[in-house]
């Protein structure tokens, strides 16, 4: 048998493994390159799109600390599709081969993206966190063994791909937020597995195989029907909420309320968002009060009212009217028309109260309760569009608390931004139980929160006026000894010793919140006066408290005891106090550790096992080292286990930088959100350019990713210790400035990191050219891990270290490849 029917028989071979064929480069025609970096676009645009899904999909379904664990295991399958790939040994002989192998992949991406979404959504009454990660993790695993192939197979256009898969990233990180808004979570995670298999027949004509194109194009077709049919008819909506719960699932309020036969709640308006899920819950036995949940929990009422504030006086005796109650008793020209019962409020006010804000408006009821105290001015900054979207949608039912009075300003921007950019002097600055339950899309967030940082109480106090207050409802004691110990700190800075600043502070709660345990703190208020409570006022607020059946905690001079007793008389130290309860954290939060709901000593659980667990599979990363024996490299060349600790660096390096600079410009731009898009866009970008210029490397890549990898180094150390010097003199440009500048200061970093991966790879298929998918998926598991400890090092010493780790890292990368010759 001759050569040629050899080759013949080779090709023909159906199915199975592939034959053992020479490493060698594989010729691919200018069309046929377009092709494979199209679908190379597509995939990496789909799957950015797909984590950031995910993660609004899950926040829904269960809460944030859960969601973090499930995301993060998911996008570990991409390095698992890798080393799977690599264990494999796929290598397709020719290029049209390649293509149809790239093909398949495609579309098991694509029926994975679909399918996945609705096992995720149809079995929402599982206990096991690990089903819900085994399933998210699929389309990651697909995902992870078609990049890497396409690595592999054509890696002398490495920088190229490189280029198509970061630019689809960035595409991707607007084009989410587009569909969110557009379709909502569901159809836009159904979306993705037409756009794949879309992917998948541009390669399947590529491989000029009809049965390619063809199965390719029927995929595409019964997607597009599954998409299109879910748009139309919203089958799978109703999962999110079903009656039964888990217990993993139960503990959404939403789902509570809705189980609950005596509310007979019903959802009458649904709005998604990057942020959020938005839902208003109608109940028949409350019909003048509608309530509105944030990814099905975080409730927040919202009340009828027509103009009329007699039919609300009910509101008179819940909590979060104190703040404008007492001190003022004449009567006071009222914003709205008058009405029989405005004699009647005259007694309910707050101090002069011509100027208010309001942080985390959102239902509108603390607006509402401002307005009935005669606010001349009020400003309600809510940070989600899509909560004052939903308000305005009802605003015959609540009297256009938000878009109907002159006096009433509304804001929507994170509140730390809004107050660190505004010029206003304030009465009153409440903060209604203001707290960040939605998770962000990229690494770890874990509930970060600048509202309650040390900096930013000082930053509340430079806005209020002489006698103003700042007054905070949280949820329970722990919160509440946390805002203490905070105020005392930042007071104590100032110079105020602890019982002087104590005089500043007064702490009450609902008596109808503590039951029959009357030790038992809930919802409390705390109040932070910038001068320090007087007697007089002492006094008026023991009255005013318990003319509405309030119980005080501490008022200065007028009820001090037990632990702020201790306080004042100086029998402990605030330090103390925080020494003493070792079980809880009580450490004031910073703009560099903004984590105030952490009050776990030092790292919390949840994130102690996902490194755990993740530590337990990355030993199989390790597999292909043993597979293989290696012979000896070329002087000067790198030996394999350089390149595994370059790679495992590239991961963790890019992610620790990545996660600390989303957090560090959160404040500079205004919105979560708004900063993950801007962030990513411009550093994926901005890296793709840098892969495509390292394409134009012909000579010495050693020494030229080693010089990257210094640039690197030294502008994440010198950003480390001036980013925040730099965004603080330019907090004052309008919104689109300060975008425009964040992607200035982004574009060099990212330009620079975007050479090494590309570069490393083709040194690598120089020395070990079978090794590109174990190195793919060494990086993506790090990638996990570096997204993981950036967080873990945030809340041990804060994000300034974390970024200063991954300069460190990359500084090794060029201290070890500075000597190398290839």
């Known amino acids: 048998m001759g050569k040629k029917s050899q080759k013949k028989k080779r090709e023909k071979m159906p199915g199975g493994k592939l034959p053992a064929v020479p490493l060698k480069e594989i010729s691919l025609t200018r069309g046929k390159l377009t092709l494979i970096l199209s679908a190379t676009f597509i995939v990496s645009l789909s799957l950015l799109m797909f984590e950031v899904l995910l993660t609004r999909i899950f926040s829904v379904i269960i809460y944030y600390h859960s969601v973090f664990m499930i995301v993060s295991a998911a996008i570990f399958g ?26 398949l992949l495609c579309l098991l991406l694509a029926f994975s993206l679909s399918f996945s979404t609705i096992f995720l959504l149809k079995i929402p009454n599982t206990d096991s966190l690990i089903l819900y990660g085994f399933i998210a993790l699929i389309p990651f695993f697909f995902g992870g063994m078609f990049l890497s192939f396409i690595l592999e197979r054509f890696t002398w256009e490495t920088s190229k791909i490189y280029f198509a898969d970061l630019t689809g990233g960035a595409l ?93 709640g019903k959802i009458v308006y649904t709005t998604w968002n990057a942020f959020a899920r938005i839902d208003v819950v109608d109940e028949k036995n409350r019909p003048l009060q509608k309530t509105i949940f944030t990814d099905g929990g975080a409730g927040t009422s919202m009340f009828k009212f027509d103009g009329d504030f007699g039919k609300v006086s009910y509101l008179d005796y819940r909590l979060q009217f104190f703040p404008f109650y007492f001190g003022k008793k004449e009567k006071v020209e009222t914003p709205v028309p008058e009405s029989e019962s405005a004699d009647k409020l005259s007694p309910f006010y707050f101090g002069k109260n011509e100027k208010v804000l309001i942080i985390g ?83 770890f967030s874990l509930a970060e929160n600048y509202v309650f940082t040390k900096e930013a109480f000082q930053d509340y106090l430079d806005r209020l006026r002489e006698n103003g207050r700042l007054v905070i409802m949280v949820h329970g004691e722990p919160e509440l000894l946390k805002l203490l110990i905070t105020s005392l700190s930042v007071l104590g800075e100032a110079g105020k010793d602890t019982p002087t600043a104590l005089k500043h502070i007064a702490m009450l709660q609902n008596s ?257 050219p079978e090794e590109v998918p174990w190195m793919y998926g060494v990086n993506g598991i790090t990638s996990v891990l570096g997204s993981a400890g950036a967080v873990a090092l945030a809340m041990l010493f804060g994000f300034t270290w974390s970024l200063l780790l991954g300069g460190v890292i990359y500084s090794w990368i060029f201290w070890r490849f500075r000597s190398f010759s290839i």
């Open 512 to 768: 109808a919140m503590m039951g029959k345990n009357e030790s038992m703190v809930m919802f409390p208020l705390f109040i932070l006066k910038k001068s320090e409570f007087t007697p007089d006022e002492g006094a008026e607020m023991r009255g005013a408290i318990t003319a509405l059946q309030f119980t005080p905690l501490f008022i200065p001079y007028s009820f001090e005891k037990g632990l702020l007793l201790s306080l004042m008389e100086g029998k402990m130290s605030p330090e103390k106090l925080v020494s003493e309860m070792k079980d809880v954290n009580l450490q004031p939060a910073t703009d560099d550790r903004p984590f105030f709901y952490n009050f776990s000593p030092g790292i919390p659980d949840r994130l102690k096992s996902l490194l755990l667990v993740l530590s337990y599979f990355t030993p199989l990363f390790l597999l292909p080292l043993f597979l293989k024996k290696r012979g000896k490299v070329k002087a000067g060349h790198p030996k394999i286990y350089h390149f595994l600790f370059y790679f495992a660096s590239l991961g963790a390096g890019f992610m620790l930088i990545e996660i600390s600079l989303i957090q560090k410009f959160i404040l500079f731009l205004g919105e979560p959100t708004l900063t993950f898009s801007v962030i990513l866009f411009a550093l994926f970008l901005s890296a793709g350019l840098g892969s495509l210029t390292s394409h134009y490397f012909r000579e010495k890549l050693s020494r030229r990713v080693s010089l990257a990898t210094l640039g690197i180094a030294v502008l994440a150390i010198t950003y480390a210790f001036l980013i925040s010097p730099i965004m603080d003199n330019f907090l004052s440009l309008p919104l689109l400035g300060r975008s425009l500048l964040t992607m200035v200061l982004i574009f060099p970093l990212g330009f620079l990191m975007g050479i090494p991966f590309p570069a490393g790879l083709r040194i690598l298929k120089k020395v070990f």
């Open 78 to 103: 991409l390095g698992l599709g890798a080393i799977t790939l690599r264990v494999l040994g796929l290598r397709p002989p020719s290029a049209k081969r390649s293509l149809r192998v790239a093909s």
């Open 361 to 443: 408006s959102g239902g509108g009821v603390d607006v509402l309760n401002a307005l009935r105290a005669g606010v001349k001015e009020i400003t309600a900054v809510e940070i989600n569009p899509a909560m004052v979207k939903a308000v305005n949608k009802f605003s015959e039912f609540n009297g256009g608390i938000y878009n109907k009075y002159d006096n009433i300003k509304v804001v929507v921007e994170e509140g730390r931004s809004f107050i660190k950019r505004t010029k206003e002097k304030y009465d009153l600055i409440f903060l209604p139980l203001v707290f960040t339950t939605a998770a962000e899309t990229i690494g």
């Open 172 to 264: 991707g990180t607007l084009l989410v937020l587009l569909l969110l808004q557009l379709w909502g979570g569901i159809n836009s995670a159904l979306f993705l597995g037409v756009l794949v298999s879309l992917a998948g027949l541009i390669l399947g004509l590529g491989s000029e195989k009809k049965v390619y194109s063809r199965g390719a194009l029927v995929s595409l077709i019964l997607l597009s029907f599954l998409f299109g049919w879910h748009l139309k008819s919203g089958f799978l909506d109703a999962s999110l909420f079903e009656k039964k719960a888990s217990k993993v699932t139960s503990e959404k309020t939403i789902r509570r309320l809705l189980d609950d036969r005596s509310s007979q």
